[in-house]
């Protein structure tokens, strides 16, 4: 699964997320990616896009939890995605990346690992693969 | 209000002994794409387009598990799925089941913007791409050697398998596939093995 969160210079927030899915999953099995407010999620506070255990984003609606726990619980944008994380995976593992339109970038995961990269207009910019 | 920021992501769950130069490849390719993203920002392009700008550019690289690269099915097929939303309306646009379509992402956009929907699958988001004239590919475009393997590798572990790079190495792996306590949901993975 590869995905891409952008706030862009007007303070727009958007998401996008593609899959292949699993490997050996059954013909016509469908995943968290393509699911709005699952696998990929933006509104005017936050862009989210999710990966892992598709079958626990989508009980956990992971995506559109860290919008709802920002506009409902006043988290910032990194204690959202550190919230929904550690509360709304149950026993799945998963993990997502996420900016807001204040033009913070955060990414969380609980697997062993995650592909991901960030970087922000004063020029901070970060690729890793572990914790 | 803060400036432009891009975050991309190539799945989550890697293998721990994923080779050091897979590690390598794995690094230039999400520098390359933020790279992408970053330019496009700085000629202020807008967050949906730069969503969709770089995600085509991960879709077109084998190295993760999308577009070309895709995991297998339990036949040796691909079926890819993809999803866009504009924060700016909260416009969105899904597709699944896809086989043929090369850029899956760029599809969902369509669907987002010249359809009355928001999600197409399988035969209907296929004809939907054919009348929108998307690029189309054989789904043999999408299957690589190594994901071959890998699918050998799922079905002698009697299981399935996530975003997981297992590097080609003998069935050793396979054994490592098949104890490890890897969980969905709580449950055993091999519990959805039959799957």
Redesign the interface.
Known sequence: TVGCVVVDSKGRCAAATSTGGLMNKMNGRIGDSPLIGAGTYACNVCGVSCTGEGEAIIRGTLAREVAAVMEYKGLSLQEAVDFVIKERLDEGQAGLIAVSNKGDVACGFNTTGMFRGCATEDGFMEVGIWE | ????????????????N?PPQR?EE??QL??R??NL??SA?RS?????D???L??RE??TDPL????R???????G????????????G?R?G????LTTVKN??SL?RLVMEKSPH??L??SGAEDFARKQGVELVDNEY?ITEE?VG??KL??EAN??????RIPTVGSESCSAVAESPI????LPISVYAP?
């Open positions: 209000m803060g400036g432009w920021a891009i975050a991309v992501h190539g799945g989550a769950g890697v293998d721990p994923l590690q794995a690094k999400l520098t794409c933020l993203g970053i920002l202020n392009d807008s967050a949906i730069v969503v969709e770089v995600v991960l879709e993760f598990n999308s577009g690269g895709s995991a297998l099915t339990a036949e097929t691909v079926e890819m799925e993809a999803s866009i939303m504009d924060g700016n909260r969105c899904a597709v699944s089941g899956p992402v969902a928001s999600y699958a399988f999408f994901n890998m699918l799922a079905k299981t399935i398998v996530f975003d997981y969980q969905m949901n709580g799957e």
